[in-house]
């Protein structure tokens, strides 16, 4: 436990071709049980398993341990077609044990641990011969771990690991392993392509949560331990008094997985619901106000988590107001969650979207670290900076955000988006892992000593008491949650990288697709590839170098639309015009974005000698006659590269059709469906950003195919 009782746990607008579509899509039984399916093994793989211990042992009776035993039995009854029986002490026939590790010590000096679970989330794996008898034991320091331990061994029966001479202890690689929900109180989801809330309908909780259930007992599979059900564009009255017994709801289904509710909160909350004429958080009436609100949650959800707080940010409320900092704004709030062990989280996606275009020192990507570096030490310990894992939002490629290196003295965690805003919206495929391991992996070398972003974000690069993960879910009453069976991947890799960043892509996607689809060697083959060139495939198709996904901003961010990104207030610019594409964003003669970036990375961005190729078009604004370090111009690379990614996108449906026979038929023409979606897609973005960039520059592409648009 870190401190007090905190445990370390409009739709957009659619063409109407999209719309059909989806309305076919939305009708398929495609994925409700996601990567628990428990299907039933083979005989060769369940043969593994013929010793495994028939009895079950719980030495506890809590909700989680309940949770616990329950997911193990139906997990070994679906898999190897066997009823495990509860049992007590003493041990008769051996037994799969779960239980405490201060229990195991006493019950058997055999059954102490020998290494340490340092947090209450960790659990110990072990098959272990106690007084003769085979034991398979699942222990934890606490019962949350407990749970984590059985889903672990779950998953390792459903993909044919050996559990023989099984002596694991897995431990989370921060104390923080959270998702946000964007859910709206009238049942909309704001970024949301899986269907209606989960959570909300009409201006309430909803009735049956039993599909927040399901959510809950998918995530605890994950290691996730708290959930922020509500959009952070938060509706004030969340906080009304009437409101709390039905958030207590859901916080009592959640509970016997472990997962902590959590809730967006208005900074203008104590006047909006409170009454006040004021929220300006240094006013003694307001910190009271959020003193008294706070008890009143806790008295009704002892282990509620925590707030999620944005302000100051696209017409949002916030300090500004009454000229306060955001610390100002942090602190009030983190102090009233101090007594309970809550955290607030602070997001530090705060820019102005007025921003005078025409002014080329202006830029939206140093937002972040303008305001929040200058607060860094200002903030309390249970105060958390929430920073998105690039400068921009969410594009298919950015650099890192500068901030993760310019706050040594402040919490703070990362924030993904798993649901693909800008990355096709769950109808292109477009695997995420392996950008947010390039995000993780990156080495900001901050005071020139090594300083990955996963070590930063996990409080061990500054010794900071807490941080961690969160991942933009936005899952929906779809069977499918996501809108998409194959979507699913990236909440099911968020998960599994906030427990452990060091794990691959290749690794989790095996993971996923074993899980979810079974072990036959040319599905898993399959699923694997497609996933793995996924976001190349759409990058390439959309917007390469950096650029950004060159979507619609101003609309439904999804369709080509890249003037829509110039000569308006929102900062999401290229600075594409007859002569070149590009931000300036050197510190020599640009906006001096570079500048925020420790001495190291500086150097790595602000030549182009040194600068990647990749992210060339967000540092730099150069010609179209600018050859890259690969040989090829910009302009030529923009066609090849959407030419390319087309061409690969349709090769798509000719991978899947090999695996026809393989897959559920249902499942089989769904992701079909898909792929030959995509593929007409990608064709409309090839064609209107290379007549685009044609008509801008005026050059020819080697190949002869700018300006002929092709739609099939």
Known sequence: MIFGRFRPLPFPALLPFCAVLLCSFASADTGHEAWLRYATLDDLTANRYTTLPRDVIVLDESPMLKSAQHELTIGVSGML????????????????????????????????????????????????????????????????????????????????????????????????????????????????????????????????????????????????????????????????????????????????????????????????????????????????????????????????????????????????????????????????????????????????????????????????????????????????????????????????????????????????????????????????????????????????????????????????????????????????????????????????????????AETIIDEWTRLTFGNDPLLVKTINGLQLDSRPVYESYTGPLGAGTLTNILGNHYDPAPESSEENGWGQWHRADHTGIGMDRTVATGTGFIGQYPPAIQAMYESLAHCPDELVLFFHHVPYTHKLHSGKTVIQHIYDSHYDGAERAKEFIARWQAVKGHVEEERYRDILQRFEYQAQQAVIWRDTICDWIYRLSGIPDQKGRAGRASHP
């Not at 590790?101 to 102490?112: F, M, P, T």
């Not at 509500?230 to 997985?257: H, M, T």
């Open 81 to 504: 077609g066997r009823t495990l029986r509860t049992a007590t002490l003493p041990i008769k026939n051996g037994a799969i044990i779960l239980a405490n590790v201060q229990d195991l010590a006493a019950l058997s000096s055999e059954l102490r641990i020998s290494r340490e679970l340092n947090t209450e989330d960790s659990y110990w794996l072990k098959r272990i011969p106690v007084n003769g008898l085979d034991c398979l034991i699942i222990a934890s320091s606490a019962d949350r771990g407990v749970l984590y331990g059985v889903f672990a061994l779950l998953s390792k029966i459903a993909r044919g690991e050996t559990i023989e001479t099984i002596d694991e202890v897995s431990a989370p690689y921060a104390p923080i392993r959270w998702v946000n929900q964007w859910d709206n109180l009238d049942g909309r989801i704001e970024r949301g392509y899986g269907g209606a809330s989960i959570f909300f309908a009409e201006g309430k909780v909803r009735n049956d949560l039993t599909r927040a259930r399901e959510y809950a007992r998918l995530l605890a599979s994950l290691g996730i331990n708290g959930c922020t059900v509500n959009n952070v564009n938060a509706d004030p009255r969340i906080l009304e008094s009437s409101f709390i017994p039905d958030l207590k709801r859901i916080a009592d289904v959640f509970r016997p997985w472990g997962v902590q509710l959590s809730i967006s909160v208005d900074l203008s909350s104590p006047k909006v619901v409170g009454g006040l004429d004021t929220f300006d958080p240094l006013d003694a009436r307001v910190v009271a106000w959020w003193r008294k609100k706070v008890d009143e949650i806790y008295k009704q959800i002892p282990d509620f988590g925590g707030f999620v707080m944005k302000a100051d940010s696209e017409g949002r409320l916030g300090p500004s107001s009454y000229h306060r900092t955001h610390a100002d704004a942090a602190n009030a709030i983190a102090r009233a969650l101090q007594p309970h062990g809550g955290v607030l989280f602070y997001r530090a996606f705060v820019y102005n979207h007025h921003l005078d275009w025409r002014d080329m020192k202006n830029d939206r990507a140093k937002a972040a670290y303008d305001n929040f570096h200058p607060l860094d030490g200002l903030f309390e310990y249970n105060a958390v900076v929430q920073i998105k894992n690039g400068p921009i939002d969410f594009q298919v490629r950015e650099p890192v955000s500068p901030l993760f290196g310019g706050l040594e003295k402040t919490n703070d965690a990362i924030e993904f988006q798993i649901t693909q805003e800008y990355t096709g919206q769950q109808r292109h495929l477009c695997f995420l892992v392996p950008m947010w391991k390039e995000v993780l992996d990156f080495d900001l070398r901050v005071n020139d000593a090594p300083a990955l972003v996963r070590d930063i974000v996990s409080g061990r690069v500054f010794q900071r008491p807490t941080g961690g993960f969160v991942g933009v879910a936005n899952v929906g009453m779809d069977d499918n949650w996501m809108g998409s069976p194959l979507a699913m991947a990236n909440l099911y890799g968020f998960g599994r990288l906030a427990w452990n960043p060091n794990l691959s």
